[in-house]
């Protein structure tokens, strides 16, 4: 029943691997995107997608690389992890103008 | 470009008190959507209100109330006899076109708001 999905809930990695966190949803919605959350609680967009095309793109290290195979999956894939890019990681869609729903994150810890 | 503003980065409070959490914003779109999101202890984003830049009634529901002003650009949101349960990291955005028919929104840097017995 969960409206937006990530997998894993919790990743813990070293440096230097790269991951990927998977996204999806069932709403049918048309937008989704992806937001770091950092220690502080602050909670920056870093991409989104509208019907699978990419829209916004902010200033993140070109070690992110979303991708949207079909309109219910924006997943995002990390190569070479560092140690700053611990964080949560939150997905999320919405319907043109409306409410962004949130999945329930992805606590990232780089060792 | 748009920018949310949360001035107040903590508040604390007794229970029971009321408290209200400012946020003030700037955008040059006519059209926007504004938000509050609550982010309690267990991480999770939580959606409360959104409020469109031609809607101006303020609301209420149950203890928590929104004061949406265009003339000073800020949506401030009070809740009233607070509870401790109300002890979160609150989170107002704002949301405006961009392309393809998508809103994309932009957070403040949150409220944490604790509220003590």
């Known amino acids: 029943d969960t409206a937006v999905s990530q997998t894993p809930k919790y990743l813990v990695t070293q440096m230097g691997n790269d991951k990927s966190i998977k996204c999806e949803q069932n709403l049918g919605h048309d937008t989704m995107y992806w937001y770091k959350q950092d220690s502080k609680k602050f909670l920056k967009i870093m991409f989104s997608y509208n019907n699978k095309e990419l829209i916004i793109n902010e200033t993140v290290p070109n070690r992110f690389s979303p991708k949207s195979p079909d309109k219910a999956h924006l997943n995002l894939h990390i190569n070479s992890l560092e140690l700053g890019d611990s964080a949560v990681y939150f997905c999320?869609?919405?319907?043109?103008?409306?409410?962004?729903?949130f999945g329930p994150g992805t606590r990232l810890l780089v060792l | 470009a748009q920018k949310v503003t949360q001035a107040q980065t903590e508040i604390s409070v007794v229970e029971k008190e009321d408290v209200t959490l400012d946020c003030v914003y700037e955008t040059r779109d006519t059209t926007y959507y504004l938000f509050w999101y609550k982010q309690p202890p267990s991480g999770e984003l939580v959606f409360l209100i959104r409020r469109n830049s031609f809607d101006e009634q303020n609301e209420i529901s149950g203890r928590y109330s929104w004061n949406f002003q265009k003339s000073t650009s800020s949506f401030n949101f009070t809740i009233t006899a607070s509870q401790v349960v109300d002890s979160a990291v609150y989170f107002c955005a704002l949301s405006v076109h961009a392309s393809g028919g998508s809103y994309i929104p932009t957070f403040g840097r949150g409220t944490s708001l604790i509220v003590h017995p």
């Open positions: 999320a869609s919405s319907p043109s103008s409306s409410v962004v729903d």
